[in-house]
């Protein structure tokens, strides 16, 4: 029978740690990477999050509850 794993136990970074483990995720390469409001207040801290998004020269992007970085510099363009 399939046991599924537990959950993994709660990683405690710092919030210097948490940004560089979300900025040289694959994703981040170019890509869009997207968190929670309440996870960037929470383990980062918002103004933390966004210094350093801005530092990096993306795009940030909060919709509802969540916070979407577009992990380049081109231009962006909102459709509709």
Same mark, same amino acid.
């Given at each position: 029978?399939? #046991? ?21 995720? #694959? ?14 207040? #929470?383990?980062?801290? +918002? ?25 380049? +510099? ?7």
């Amino acid at each position: 029978m399939f #046991r599924p794993s537990p959950p993994a136990a709660p990683v405690n970074l710092s919030p210097e740690d948490w940004l560089r483990q979300i900025f040289s995720a #694959r994703a981040a390469q170019g890509g869009v990477v997207r968190r929670s409001i309440a996870w960037g207040d #929470r383990e980062v801290g +918002r103004e933390l999050f966004l210094a350093e998004v801005r530092r990096r020269g993306f795009h940030l992007l909060a919709s509802s509850n969540q916070f979407i970085v577009v992990c380049n +510099r081109d231009p962006v363009q909102m459709l509709f």
